[in-house]
């Protein structure tokens, strides 16, 4: 049951990521939802469930942006290994600690997908570059505390996996 539910979160939160954000929200950049998915997921469940959700959030992004294929599943792969790194202690240390490494998931990850985009000889600006992952980063710091909380809440209403049956 939980895995089924992960492929419907991330699939959601990027397609909101991709089509609805961007015409409800004021500002010109948006919180990384998918990012923070991935942070959170490596967190909480182990980097197996963050890089099996950054490939998925990263493919679907792709596709949904037109960009070459593997460009956001590539920099998603930060998120999910600095998730893996703070394994179960996201936010349950001092507050400062998780949101440096929401900063640091997010400035890596935008750090990446720049360099890819360059490869790539699709970047912008050195300048945009960096507001934008500065930004982000402001955006998913505030963005992460509560996909945290809306993932713990929907795994203690029963979201886990299911052992082996005893009857």
């Known amino acids: 049951m939980r895995h089924l ?12 990521q991709v089509t609805i954000l961007p015409r409800i929200n004021p500002l010109w950049v948006n919180p990384d939802l998918v990012l923070g998915i991935v942070l959170v997921l490596a967190s909480l ?3 197996a469930y963050g890089l099996g959700a950054a490939a998925l959030g990263g493919v679907l992004l792709d596709v949904l942006t037109l960009t070459p294929l593997g ?24 507050l400062l600690v998780p949101m440096g490494l929401v900063v640091v998931a997010t400035i890596t990850s935008q750090a990446l997908l720049a360099v890819a985009r360059w490869l790539a000889h699709m970047s912008a600006s050195p300048r945009l570059i960096v507001e934008v992952a500065v930004l982000t980063a402001l955006l998913n710091v505030a963005a992460v505390p509560v996909i945290y909380v809306v993932i713990l809440l929907l795994d203690r209403v029963g979201l886990h996996d299911a052992g082996p049956s005893t009857t």
């Open 5 to 16: 539910f992960l492929v419907l979160l991330v699939i959601s939160a990027t397609v909101v």
């Open 45 to 47: 469940y182990g980097v």
């Open 71 to 94: 460009l956001h599943s590539l920099a998603l792969l930060a998120a999910a290994l600095t998730g893996g790194l703070a394994r179960r202690r996201l936010f349950r240390a001092d």
